[in-house]
């Protein structure tokens, strides 16, 4: 979602208004500026606390919020503030569970083979974005963004499913339920289990 906005988000703002290249790109650059100050507010407040889904599905839901207000192609001003809305989500919604799964991910060889393929399926969206934001589909794109709402609909259910799952994991452990799974490992047995560990608590 993140890659499609960037690379048509010049697209986007050239269709509300009579500007010219310069005038778009510079218009592109107040949007950006708000998405990575709350991202990094966002980013601080995750840290500080260790928790990454409620961060990565509040994103998810301010981008719906920012493409609603751009499908529904009421006005140059109401698309122009979903745009606004778009990039504050974005970046947290993208963000967070790149360091949600890294963190989640203790064993070295795992951690960046699942990293890499987090990144690669990411960067896949540069592939649908042309037929999605195509220009007979200008200036509505209409497309492009029910696709973005049911895609990022069904991200918030599967980051809602995610921590939940987290959480009663953690919960299973914090009362020993899978301790029975350390008996006769030695330390170095356990260690290699990883996120299987009973020992090892998600971030959730």
């Given at each position: ?16 208004g009579p500007w010219n290249t310069a005038e778009v790109q510079l218009l592109t650059v107040p ?65 967070t569970p790149l360091a949600w799964l890294a963190t989640d991910s203790p064993r070295y060889g795992k951690r960046a083979f699942v990293s890499g393929l987090q990144l690669s399926m990411g ?82």
């Open positions: 979602m993140f890659y499609s906005f960037s690379v048509f988000l010049p697209t986007i703002i050239r269709e509300l949007v950006h500026i708000l998405g990575a100050a709350v991202y990094v507010v966002a980013s601080r407040i995750s840290d500080m606390t260790q928790i990454r889904g409620p961060f990565a599905g509040a994103g998810q839901f301010i981008s719906t919020i920012g493409y609603c207000m751009l499908v529904a192609d009421a006005g140059s001003d109401l698309s122009f503030a979903g745009c606004f809305f778009v990039g504050m989500g974005a970046w947290s919604a993208n963000g960067n896949l969206a540069g592939v649908a974005s042309p037929f999605l934001f195509a220009s007979s589909t200008a200036p509505a794109f209409t497309p492009g963004y029910s696709t973005f709402i049911g895609m990022l609909g069904f991200g918030m259910c599967m980051v809602a499913s995610l921590h939940l799952w987290y959480r009663f994991t953690n919960k299973r452990r914090d009362q020993g339920k899978e301790d029975r799974r350390l008996e006769g490992k030695t330390q170095e047995e356990v260690a290699e289990m990883g996120e299987d560990s009973p020992r090892f608590r998600y971030t959730i």
